[in-house]
């Protein structure tokens, strides 16, 4: 009969994270895919020869980084990709000052005009779509800046989306957090109702250059909105 190596109501970081990686070896050896379940914990803590105590660790630390979803009474399932984990280590390193606004957009920046090109060369007929139609939402939201900028943001995430390349939609996705401390900010400095409209108006052209695949334009008119973006940033003394 095997001994667990810890006993029940101990956990070791070590051996935790050790189990972490065999959970992880176990989801990759046997190809499941997001949605697939998961053994239970007893099942996976006599596979990996470690206590319940240990799994059920794991298990949580897994769940944090959205690897696998867990709920009161039923079998864990793998995740889907989840850009939140990276979110929040962004958010905390802009509070730490070891990042400032004006660099995250500048990250943004590079990520996103290429996100804009990819998409107008790679959408489908849906995704081109829904970004357009997101864009003349956001004109009906002018007066509305919550629902505003939930709609700017998931603008921005649908491009990265519809670039064909999965990993830019969660690094574009992990701005989230970040892009909703300082999006009401932004908005406040644009004083006047022309410059919210001209805002608008600058997404809709970035829309309509993905939905007629002009690459080149959708590239050009990002730029023009990210440049505006860190330039009202600046000005309400965002840095």
């Given at each position: 009969m095997k001994k667990p190596i810890l006993?029940?109501?101990?956990?070791?970081?070590g051996l935790v994270e050790q189990t972490i990686g065999g959970i992880?070896?176990?989801?990759?050896?046997?190809?499941?895919?997001?949605?697939?379940?998961?053994?239970?914990e007893t099942a996976m803590a006599a596979h990996l020869d470690v206590s319940r105590t240990v799994t059920r660790e794991a298990f949580r630390a897994l769940a944090t980084l959205g690897i696998i979803e867990v709920s009161t009474g039923r079998r864990a399932r793998v995740g889907a990709p989840d850009a939140a984990p990276l979110s929040t280590i962004i958010d905390h390193t802009v509070d730490m000052k070891e990042l400032s606004i004006q660099q995250v957009l500048d990250v943004?920046?590079?990520?996103?005009?290429?996100?804009?090109?990819?998409?107008?060369?790679?959408?489908?007929?849906?995704?081109?779509?829904e970004i357009l139609e997101v864009s003349y939402r956001m004109?009906?939201?002018i007066d509305d800046p919550e629902t505003l900028m939930e709609?700017?943001?998931?603008?921005?995430?649908?491009?990265?989306?519809?670039?064909?390349?999965?990993?830019?939609g969660i690094l574009v996705g992990s701005f989230r957090v970040i892009t909703k401390r300082t999006w009401l900010?932004?908005?406040?400095?644009?004083?006047t109702i022309e410059n919210r409209k001209g805002n608008i108006l600058c997404h809709q052209r970035l829309a309509e250059a993905i939905m007629t695949q002009d690459a080149s334009l959708a590239e050009e008119t990002m730029t023009e909105h990210f440049d505006s973006a860190s330039s009202v940033l600046l000005s309400?003394?965002?840095s």
């Open positions: 006993q029940e109501g101990s956990a070791d970081q992880r070896n176990f989801i990759r050896e046997n190809q499941l895919l997001p949605g697939s379940l998961m053994p239970s943004r920046r590079t990520l996103e005009l290429r996100t804009a090109k990819l998409a107008a060369l790679r959408r489908s007929e849906q995704q081109a779509r004109m009906e939201a709609l700017d943001i998931g603008f921005h995430e649908l491009i990265a989306q519809s670039s064909g390349n999965s990993l830019y900010i932004g908005w406040k400095s644009r004083a309400a003394g965002i």
